[in-house]
């Protein structure tokens, strides 16, 4: 515990990296304003839905309370390895930015309706303030763990984690025909390209991060 105080004193004592970090902060706080926009747009817009290969060939599972307690717990685990080392945090959070506004796009451009026989979420979750369940591409629980293990793939812990909560969440939504299996399986390549662009978008909080740990 001293060593992680320790660390944060150092961290926000120096004004570049506080500076970057609240940044980080902002970046996120406008991405989401855009998310929720684009989810009041897709609202308006929503069309049709569409047959699944995937989703027609299973049964509809009630995931409410997975889908999102659970996601709520993996941005806590989020908070914990930020908090174990400040250095990761600018580089993590305008990633998680990034993600949203770039996911914030495309849910704008597409217009499918989910399946009509999807597992009910409940209309009061706060989490309705991000998402208007017709915003189908590309899906966030499954992109998101999958950006986070590659932007942590040198821990091998982390890496672990990561990756199964991929996969734990991209089950959950197709149990759930919350989202259509291109959403699921696109989201994987789409986080890769992301995380492309991130390291060179902001290279030098990436050079940050790669350096935490160190003293």
């Known amino acids: 515990m001293n060593k992680i105080i320790h660390k944060h004193k150092t961290f926000w004592s120096e004004k570049p990296l506080r500076a970057s ?68 945090i600018s580089f993590v959070v305008k990633s998680i930015a990034v993600f949203i506004v770039i996911r914030s796009v495309f849910i704008t451009l597409t217009h499918l309706a989910p399946q009509p026989d999807h597992s009910l979420l409940d209309t009061y979750n706060f989490f309705l303030a991000f998402t208007s369940g017709n ?42 025909h919350l989202h259509y299996s291109i959403d699921v399986f696109a989201a994987l390549f789409i986080a890769h390209s992301i995380f492309s662009i991130v390291k060179r978008m902001f290279a030098k909080d990436y050079q940050v991060f790669l350096n935490a740990g160190e003293n």
């Open 135 to 176: 915003d189908m591409f590309f899906s966030s629980h499954t992109g998101l763990p999958f950006l986070m293990a590659l932007i942590f793939w040198d821990n091998r812990n982390l890496r672990i984690v990561f990756l199964l909560a991929t996969i734990f969440f991209a089950t959950i939504v197709l149990l759930g």
């Open 21 to 88: 970090a609240m940044l980080s902060i902002v970046f996120l706080m406008f991405s989401l304003l855009v998310n929720y926009f684009a989810n009041i747009y897709t609202s308006l817009r929503a069309g049709n839905y569409v047959s699944d290969i995937i989703l027609d060939n299973i049964p509809v599972f009630n995931v409410d309370l997975i889908f999102y307690e659970g996601f709520i717990l993996f941005f806590v685990l989020i908070i914990c390895v930020l908090l174990h080392d400040p250095k990761r």
